[in-house]
């Protein structure tokens, strides 16, 4: 039988050292591992929303970290405006929602939580399911922000992605998880 191995680096309670500091990230050095931390507390929210005619709201931006367009999910960063340090993730996903869909939900539910990319950052994903979508402001994000919206049929959505993804989009992989979150729900 085999002997039980420590999976915990000797290195991973080592002091941590900032190696970056910017306005939105910080890069820091804890032993031999590098990896991004986001400035705001709250991380980051995806929001899974669906129109009263069964269309998944899905956004197209260009993202200069990746030179590419994307499609996501409506989506962004938990407490990052000034005086919210404490907003919770289905406060921000309602402001998110509205701000680059033109979408309100009168019913926000927590479904799941986990890394954007554990190896790499500390930033804790939420994906919020909203319901009940009302239509009431043309979306597109903020000033700083050029956002298309797209409402997808719920039924078509995954060949809807890889066919963009055939034009040259970055998908995310996250959406696939996002729509099986809207067939299925929470887990357990």
């Known amino acids: 039988m085999n002997q039980p191995v420590d999976t915990i680096p000797s290195d991973a309670h080592a002091s941590v050292e900032t190696l970056y500091q910017g306005r939105w990230l910080s890069l820091r050095k804890r032993g031999r591992w590098e990896y991004a931390e986001r400035n705001n507390p709250g991380g980051a929210v995806i929001i899974l929303a669906v129109t009263p ?14 030179l590419k367009k994307t499609i996501e999910m409506p989506a962004g960063l938990v407490g990052d405006l000034v005086g919210q340090d404490d907003e919770s993730a289905l406060l921000a996903a309602q402001r998110e929602l509205e701000e680059e869909t ?14 954007s990319s554990s190896g790499m950052s500390t930033e804790i994903i939420a994906f919020v399911r909203a319901w009940d979508l009302q239509k009431v402001g043309p979306g597109g994000g903020d000033e700083s922000e050029n956002i298309v919206v797209h409402e997808v049929p719920r039924l078509e959505a995954g060949a809807w992605l890889f066919a963009r993804a055939g034009e040259g989009y970055s998908i995310d992989p996250k959406l696939f998880a996002g729509l099986w979150f809207i067939e299925h729900g929470r887990l357990g």
């Open 53 to 66: 005619e069964d269309k998944v709201l899905f956004v197209e931006q260009y993202r200069v970290a990746i």
């Open 102 to 115: 033109g979408y309100r939900s009168s019913r926000l539910e927590f479904i799941h939580e986990g890394p």
